[in-house]
C-alpha cells in the first residue's frame, strides 16, 4: 500500500493528470517538420519567415512540450502532434509512459512522415567495379554492429552459404569431456557433425551464425569451435531441440564471414575496419542509390503498468510509418521452441488500454512488428501495413500463466491490417499470435508470404483452463505461407482450451511445408470448444481440416474443404465428441483421411464410445466417384452411425477449378441444409487502392504435387549370412535387449549356409514380450507368403505374428506360437488352439500363407516340415483380428519370462504370384 501511495504522490508531483482528460477539453495541437527545431514552441506547421518559431524537430522534444504545457497548466489536456511529410531519424527508442496518455501522434493531412530507426550509409567506392565498400565509423567508434542492410528499401542478404536452399547435418557428435558449457546440455542440442568443407574454422568464428531448421522452428547459434578432423562443430549455446529429432538431412546454413560474401544481393560488415561490403543486384548503382542500416532495436515502447493502475491510455498513433529497427543476438545465441516466442518486437506495449494504432506501417524490422503483450485492454490495431519482418506481424498476449485476470491482455480489435513478408530472420515467426488472451476480434486482415503459420492461437498443449478463449477469427484471408521452409504448420494454428472462441467466413489457400504437415485449419493437441463455421480452405499438402487426436467438442460445420495433395481430413475421435456437419469436402487426389486415424477410430469403437456426430456432409472425388471412408464404402461407414444423412455426390461448385466455390441451382449441399458462403467480404475492406493491395503482389500458380505413392512392399529374405556374428538383423528392427537378453547373428547354429539369428531372453524384463523383433513389409493385397526355419531348445516360447496399422488386437492377422516349456516337444498353436507339435533342437521349417483383401481377410494356410517326414497342412484358419486387411508388420516375439534360446534362418515374406497355394 505505501508503494501505491507513493506513485500516486509522484504523479500529482510530476503533472500526470492525463486520467483527469474530459470530453470536450481544450486540445492542444503542436507540429513536428524537418524543418523544425526543437528550440521552438511547436505551434506552428511552418517557421516563421523570421525564423525565431515554427515546428518541432523531433517527437521527443513534442513529447516533452506536452509534458511542460500540462504540468503548468495541472491539467490532463488531450493533445495531437501533426507531424509533416519526411524522414525523423530516432536516435533512442521512442517510449510513453502513463503521463503521455491522450495524446494522439497523426501524419499531417496529404503528407508522409516516416520514423526511421536506421542510419543512411554513404560514400560507396568500389576497386573492382564487383563489390562496394562503405565506412561506417560509428561501428568502430560507438561498437555497433547492425545485422541488416536496405538497398532503395528492398532487404538484402547477409552473407551466407550454401546461397541457396541448406547444408545438411552428417550425424550426431560424438562425445567430447570438457564442453563449452562443462557438459551440462546434451551434446546433440550443442554440436553436430557435418560434412567435410561445410563449415571451416573461418576467422573470427564467434561471429558466425549457424541457422538450424527444426521442423517448425528454426534456431540461430553462435559458433564456439570447429574441430575439422572430426568435421564437428559445437556451439556456445544449446538448440530448443535436439539436433535430428526428425530424422537425417536436417538443414542449415551458414551466416556472416567474408569468404561468403559471393553472391549478388550480399553483404558483410567488418566489425574491426568499419567496413561494410555490398555486391550489387544487376541494375544497382550505389552512386545513387539509398542504403540504410537499423541502428535502433526497438521503435517504439507504451509503458504502464497495469498493477499500480498506471496506464497509457487513450494513445493514437495514425498515418504514421515506422521503419528500419534491428535485431540481436544473445552471446548464448537464441532458440524457442515454437513460434519464436521469447524474441520482442519493434513496437511494444505493457498496461496499455483504448490505445489506438491507424493507418500506420511498420516495416524494414527485424522482430515482430507488433507486440501488446501484458495488460493491453480494449486497444485498436486497423488498416495498417505491417510486412517486411525478421520474425512476424503482430501478437496480443504472453506465453506463461497470468497471475491474475488484470494482466491479460483482452477486449482488443485486430482489424484490415495488410501482415505480409516475415520470417528473414526467424523462420518460424507468423502472421498473427494470441495468447493468454480473449475476447480479442481478429477480422478481415490480409495475411500472407511468411515461412510458417498464418495465425497462432492458444499457447496450452492439455485441457487446463487458460485465458485463450472467446476470440473472434473472422473474414480474413490468409495464403500462401509456410513457403516451403518449415513444416507442421497451417493457414490458423490453434492450441489448448478456449470456450467461446470462433473461426468463421475467413478463406485460407495455399499452404505448402517443406516436406510435411501443412493443413488448412490445424487444431493441435487438445483443441477445444471451438466453433469452426463459413470457412473456405483449399489448396494444401496436408488437408483442410486436421483435428488432433486429443481435440473435443468442437464444431465443424458449413465449411468448403477442396484441393489438397496428400489427404482431405484429420478427424478426431474422442470421448468428448466433435460435431462434423453440413461441410462440402471436395478433392481431386489423395485419400479422404489420413490413414493413421483410423487406428483411434477402431480403437472408440472397440471400448463403445460414441464416435461424434458426423452427418449432412457432401462427399466429392470426380476423379473417383468411389470414395473410401478409411477402407470402408459409404454404405459401411455409414452403418457404423456416422454420415446417415450425408451424400457422396457432386456439389456443383461454380468453377471448382478456378476456386469459385459457390453453389450453382440443384446442388445437392443446398438440400442437405449448407448455407452458401459470401467471400466477397473477406479480407481488406475501404478504400478501392487499399482494397486491390494485395492483389498486386503476384504468387506463382499453385499446382497441386502428386499425392505420396504408397509404399512399396518390401520383400523379406534373409539367411543372415551377409550380417558379421554379433551384428543385429539387418532390416529388422530389434527391441528389448536388456538384463541379457539379445538378438543377434551368430554361427553357433544354422539351417543353412553358416549363419543363423540367435534369440536369447532373460528373467526379469518388464514387459515378457520383450525382446522382439520385426519387419515393414507393407502388402496390401494379393497372396502372401511367410516362410522361415526354427530351431527350439526347452524352456523356449516364441510366436510370430502378422498385424496391420490398426489398435491391437483388432490388427492382428495370422499368429503362430511355439511352446517348448514342457515336454520334448513344442507345442505349435494358433490363438489359443493347439494344432500341431514340433521337435526340439531340430529346424523345422515354417509356411504361413494368406490372402490380403480390403473387405475382409481371408483364411490362412499353415505348413509345417520336419526333415525326413511329410509336411503337416493346416488350412481355413482365420485370422484372430476383425480388423486385419494389410501386411504392416511382422515380428517374431519371445514371451518367456525365464532364460530361454531359439534360433531362425532363412526369413523370407514375399507376394505369392502366379502361384497355387500348397
Known sequence: MQHRKLWIVLVLATGNFACLAAPGAERLTLYVSTRGNDAWSGRLPDPNEA???????????????????RRARRTGTPAVVLLRGGTYALERTFVLTPRDSFVTYAAFPG????????????????ADGRVWHARVPEVVRDNWTFRQLFVNGKRRTRARSPNRGWFAIAGKAPPRPGSKDGGKTPRDRIAFKFRPGDIQPWPHLNEINVVVYHSWETSRLRIASVDSSRSTVEFTGPAAWPFLRWGPGQRYYVENFRAA???????????????????????????????????????????????????????????????????????????????VSTAPAAIMADGVRECVIENCEIAHVGHYGLWFRQ??????????????????GVRIGVTRGLRSEMFASSANVLDNNHIFDGGHVYAGGVGVWVAQSHHNIISHNEIHDFNYSGMSIGWTWNDAPNACHDNIIE?????????????????????????????RNNVFHDIWPYSGIGWGIYLDATTNQYLVEDNVVYNSLSGGLMKHNGGHENVIRNNVFAFSAEQMLWPCWSPKPNRFERNIVYFTQGDLFIPMAERRLRARRAAGESLGIWDYNIYWNPNKPNIRFFRHTFPKWQALGLDRHS???????????????????????LRLGFKPIDVSRVGLYGEREWVAEATRISHSPTKLPPPPLPPKPVPVDDGFEEAPVGASPPGATVSGEEKGASIRVTDEQAASGRHSLKFIDAAGLKNAWQPHMFYRPRFRQGRVRESFDILLETGALVFTEWRDSGPYPENIGPSVTFDARAGDRATVSVGHTPVGVAPLKTWVHVEIECALDERAPGPFTLRLTVPGAPPRIFRGIHPAGKEFRELQWLGFVSNATTRAVFYIDNVKVRRMTGERER
Open 111 to 126: 503528407e508522409k512522415p516516416v520514423l526511421s530507426g536506421g542510419r543512411v550509409v554513404g560514400g560507396w567506392s568500389s
Open 647 to 669: 451424400v457422396v455426390a457432386d456439389p456443383l461448385f461454380v468453377d471448382a477449378a478456378g476456386y469459385d466455390f459457390r453453389l450453382r441451382p440443384g446442388s445437392p449441399a
Open 375 to 392: 495488460a493491453c485492454k480494449s486497444n485498436r490495431i486497423v488498416h495498417n501495413r505491417i510486412h517486411d519482418m525478421g520474425i512476424g
Open 51 to 69: 525564423r525565431t518559431d515554427g515546428p518541432l524537430a523531433t517527437v521527443f522534444a513534442a513529447r516533452d512540450a506536452v509534458r511542460r504545457l
Open 261 to 339: 560474401l559471393d553472391a549478388p544481393g550480399e553483404w558483410y560488415l567488418d566489425r574491426r575496419t568499419g567496413v561494410v561490403m555490398y555486391y550489387p543486384l544487376p541494375g544497382e548503382d550505389m552512386r545513387t542509390a539509398q542504403v540504410v542500416a537499423p541502428r535502433l532495436t526497438r521503435l517504439v515502447s507504451l509503458e504502464g503498468d497495469a498493477e499500480l493502475g498506471m496506464w497509457v491510455e487513450r494513445v493514437v498513433f495514425r498515418g504514421l510509418a515506422f521503419r528500419y529497427e534491428d535485431w540481436e543476438l544473445e552471446p548464448e545465441g537464441h532458440s524457442d521452441h515454437q513460434a
Open 475 to 503: 473474414y480474413n484471408h490468409v495464403h500462401h505461407v509456410m513457403n516451403r521452409q518449415l513444416n507442421d504448420g497451417g493457414a490458423i494454428y490453434t492450441l489448448g482450451t478456449s470456450p467461446g472462441s470462433v473461426i
